[in-house]
Structure formats: structure tokens, C-alpha cells
């Protein structure tokens, strides 16, 4: 009983003992010492909401995104915590933030990540803490689809992501399979190459990859651009269009005693008088045939077509 009492009270003992903070922040165990300092001097530390960088006025907040550079290694991250210690009158920032990898990092888990960019970066679960010293600089990280889809304007310099990763799983987040490849040759999407957006599908479509000369690209201007896909689907429409007016020009001719059938018809050509019923006044083949052709162009109402080209 003694015995044991005596073996608390040095456990106690050795609890108290005031840590060595300096092999601490030495050793980079900032969890500890934060934790630790923390309990000696709980008015010393202070968690923050921001911190500021180097360029004047700019501030890095959490949640926001930064390069550090430490162990002569470039480091990307999503900043997490941000805390302040006066240690012996001097003031130290820490900053704690989720590590993103880049695509050197991951090149061997898959073939299409080849066609990543140096401006890819995938966030990780794995947090790492940083003397806010070893900042570097601010960095902006865009999410790709939002690029593509929602027209956000990347800021030249940025940062791109296409889905987190696992480091323990070794996954993706977004699989593979699904990030975005837009164009035709179903390259995944690259935010540095010029792009030109197809006026039927929405698709972006390299400028290499769209059929046009280098001239006829720099010229394009308000001019109607649709892909190969496009291009295709609509000569397939064009095919089935013109085969069921064949038909419909061949029942028309032949004897129909089938009262069912008859009934059909006259449904069929209540739509056709409707559908007539919406077309403008004058049709494309009228145009041509008038002398006033280009006055008429002229008053007619056309649509303007949306700024198509899509460059870094
Ligand atoms: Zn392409
Ligand atoms: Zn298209």
C-alpha cells in the first residue's frame, strides 16, 4: 500500500515538472507543445482567424490556401489552424493545415494522371503544422467543374482540383473516371490550353482538336461553332428527318380504306397545321429567292452568340 502510494505521487511529481519546450519545438512536436504551453500559459496562446503574409494588407485565413516551404521541399496547403505564442516576450506563429499533393505524387496510381497539369493539386486528409515563417505565399485553388461549368474566372497563377485523395485508402475521392474531359479526345480538361465552346452541346473543345486553321480560330469572332459530335448528330437528324418525310409522302399517295389509319392521318396533319402555324413568315428558301434579301437579314431579330473562346 505504501509502496504504491509512493509510486503515484512520483508519476504526479513527474506530471508537473515543467516540459522542455525547446526540444520540443526542435523535434517539430508542435501538437505537444502547443497542448502543453498552452496549459502553463493559457493567456500566451492564441488561436486565430487569420494571419498576415508578407505582401502588405494580405491576410491568409482558414480554409484558405498557402505554400510553405520547409526541408527544402515545397509544401501545398489548406490552412486549419492558426495559432499565436508569446513565448519569452516573443511573438511565434504556428500554422496547421491539410497537405495537398501534387501530380507527381500520385503518377503511379494512374495512366490518365499523365495528363494532369503541374497546377494540379489533390487535397489529403494528413495535417501538418508550420512556423509561420516558412510561409511563402497565398495561393488560389479552384475547383475545376466550377471553371467549367459555373464560368468562374480563374485568376492567372492558380491552382486547380479535380477531387481529393485518400493517402490511406491510396483512392480518390472523385473517381478517375469522372473528372472532366469535355473535348472530343477525351483528354482530361486543361485549364491552360485554348478551348472553344460548342454552340449546340456546350462542350469545350480544344482549338486543336476543333478542325479549324490557326486563322480561321484567330477570326472566329460571333461565328457559329459546333463540335464533331454535333456535327454528326445532326446529319444522323437530318437522315431520319428526310426518311420520314419520304414515308409520309408515299401514304399520302396510296389508297387508305382503314378507318383507324384515316383517323391518324387527320391528326397527323392538325399537327402539320399547327407546326406550320409557328414558323416565321419567311423561310430560308424564301429569303434567297427575294431581291431585298439583306434588308430583310437586317431587320431581323438574331441572336448574338456568347463570348466562345476559353484561354488562360
Ligand atoms: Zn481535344
Ligand atoms: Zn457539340
Redesign the pocket.
Known sequence: MKKKDKKNKKHQNNKQSYPNFMKMIEERNFDDFISSFRDFHPTNVCQCAFIYTYKPQEKLSIDEDAVFVYDNKIWFVRVEEIIKIVINGEEAGFIKGRIYLQKQDVLQLHEKIQECTDDDLFLTEQTKWFFSRELKQKILVYNLNDIIYNNVDSKPGSYYTRSEFNTESQMFLTPIEEWATECVCKKLFDNSLGYLQ?D??E?WIHNDCSGLSQEVLENMGDLNF??S??VGEMKIEKIKQKQVDDKKQKTGVSTNNDKENKENQIVEENLQIQKQDRKPLLTKKLLDQNPYRKQILNLMNFKKPTQKMKSK
Open positions: 460548342c449546340r452541346c462542350r459546333n463540335c459530335i454535333c
